[in-house]
């Protein structure tokens, strides 16, 4: 079995920092590293709901995704200039929403929308599991800020596993991640629940043995994951 091109052990995670207040004028911001994955994550509030939530005494959380023209080696077009959001964007921003909506009692925010922004700056692999993992620490500020914080129910953080030459391992970076034999990634919550998983195999199916052994891996880092979010919120 080959070693990672990393170094990294298979059950070890890239180095994750969460700096807050970058977007000053955001109800609450955290731009989080994860590696050589850097996202910016904004939380906006609104005194409005969606036309299809109108008095009916709850609010909603959404979240829009997008990545810079420099984000990746080479510069990719402003999906703005194509006038419409490519797939990949919209099944990401998608997913952010549902796992973010997963932690919130919607109905103690009252009549308000919170709109979550996630724009990577440097991508390296793990753009939506950083993006999620970012998101709630600037949403967990937005909801102190208008003493809402009861609402949350649950921490959340997201990571990637998969199946490489060097086996199971933990948080794919992109070198890691363009080749895998199976890509997941696993939005857990801090008591073990699950949001949502999504699992890929890429050429041939991998047993539930590898599936067991990839969500083992996956606890273990957003467990760390939880503590840098724990740590950056209690420095407030």
């Known amino acids: 079995m080959s070693q990672r091109p990393s170094g990294r052990a298979a059950d070890e995670g890239r180095p994750v920092s969460i700096e807050l207040g970058t977007a000053r004028h955001a109800e609450g911001s955290a731009l989080i590293r994860v590696g050589g994955t850097e996202v910016l994550c904004t939380a ?7 036309p299809f939530l109108r008095n009916k005494g709850q609010g909603w959380i959404t979240a829009e995704y997008g990545m810079l023209p420099r984000a990746t080696h080479i510069r990719g077009n402003r999906e703005a200039t194509k006038g419409k959001q490519s797939g990949r964007t919209q099944e990401i921003q998608r997913l952010i929403g549902r796992s973010l909506r997963a932690c919130v009692n919607l109905r103690k925010l009252g009549e308000k929308t919170i709109t979550l922004d ?11 599991c950083a993006s999620i993992t970012g998101a709630w620490v600037a949403l967990a500020i937005a909801l102190r800020k208008i003493n809402a914080g009861s609402a949350l129910t649950s921490q ?6 998969g199946l ?3 086996g199971a391992v933990l948080d794919l970076d992109y070198i890691e ?8 990634n696993f939005v857990l919550t801090s ?3 699950i949001v949502e998983i999504q699992g890929t195999a890429e ?6 043995s590898e599936f067991l052994e990839l969500l ?6 957003t467990a760390n994951l939880f503590e840098a979010q724990n740590r950056i919120l209690e420095s407030l």
Request: charged share 25%.
């Open 216 to 221: 083992r891996l996956a606890k273990l880092g």
């Open 118 to 128: 996630c724009d990577v700056l440097n991508a390296d692999g793990g753009t939506r």
């Open 156 to 161: 959340i953080a997201a990571v990637s596993c």
């Open 164 to 166: 490489t030459k060097a």
């Open 44 to 50: 906006s509030i609104e005194n409005r709901v969606p």
């Open 203 to 208: 050429e041939a199916p991998f047993e539930e």
């Open 191 to 193: 008591t073990g629940g």
């Open 177 to 184: 991640d363009s080749n895998a034999q199976a890509d997941s």
